[in-house]
């Protein structure tokens, strides 16, 4: 597969076709690249929520209202949404879940190695939280890597995708009650196909030039 060619032609899909759909393994492949995300520390701060079918993504779709309307057809007829959350606090619940999954994927070869792996993020969470003050900003940083991940996987797969971060962020926590689950709602996902009245697949990729974006020390 070639990437480069991959991220040339992916582009954000701005219309897609209601009738076609993911193929359930396909998609399902594409939740396990996203469960792989990397993160920092390994903290996966995420949580997502799937809306696969009409009802689920009418849920989603009351969050597009107002100044957000015009992304509500992109959920509706979407072949799957996916919701990225980030954890609003990394609580020491979460902290020793991590610490017990490392544990059963046999990462640690003696205990004092699982002591400094928990010493080391316990840590980095205390400095994101103390000192910068901004743990939110670190973990919500570190859902958006996912983001990225599951786009290039998306286009890999031959999947059309729209990341959207305009949506009423009050209405869909209370819709899925998502301070009670100690999460904040990051961005919205949709996934499918292109419609052929998606105006957006016909016009050229624009992007700022590389002495732009990139300095050699």
Not at 8 to 20: I, L, V
Not at 123 to 151: M, P, S
Not at 201 to 214: D, G, H, N, Q, W
Request: proline letters at 4%.
């Amino acid at each position: 597969m070639d990437l480069l060619n991959v991220s040339k032609t992916r582009y954000t899909t701005k219309a897609y076709d209601p009738d076609k759909k993911i193929p359930q393994e396909q998609f399902e492949r594409l939740l396990e690249i996203l469960r792989l995300t990397p993160s920092s520390i390994n903290i996966q701060p995420w949580h997502f929520f799937i809306a696969d079918h009409a009802a689920a993504k009418e849920r989603i779709a009351k969050a597009l209202v107002g100044k957000y309307a015009y992304n509500a057809p992109k959920v509706l007829d979407s072949s799957h949404t996916i919701l990225l959350c980030t954890k609003a606090d990394i609580n020491e619940q979460h902290l020793e879940n991590l610490l017990s999954r490392d544990e059963a994927s046999g990462r640690f070869k003696d205990d004092q190695a699982k002591q400094g792996q928990k010493d080391s993020r316990s840590g980095y969470v205390d400095y994101y939280r103390n000192e910068k003050g901004d743990i939110q900003r670190w973990a919500e940083n570190q859902t958006f890597i996912a983001l990225g991940q599951v786009l290039l996987a998306a286009g890999i797969e031959g999947i059309d995708a729209t990341p959207i971060g305009g949506f009423d962020e009050g209405i869909i926590a209370e819709e899925l009650g998502l301070a009670e689950k100690g999460l904040i709602p990051s961005v919205l996902l949709t996934l499918g196909y292109r419609s052929e009245s998606d105006f957006n697949a016909k016009l050229p990729k624009s992007r700022l030039v590389k002495e732009e974006v990139f300095t050699k020390l």
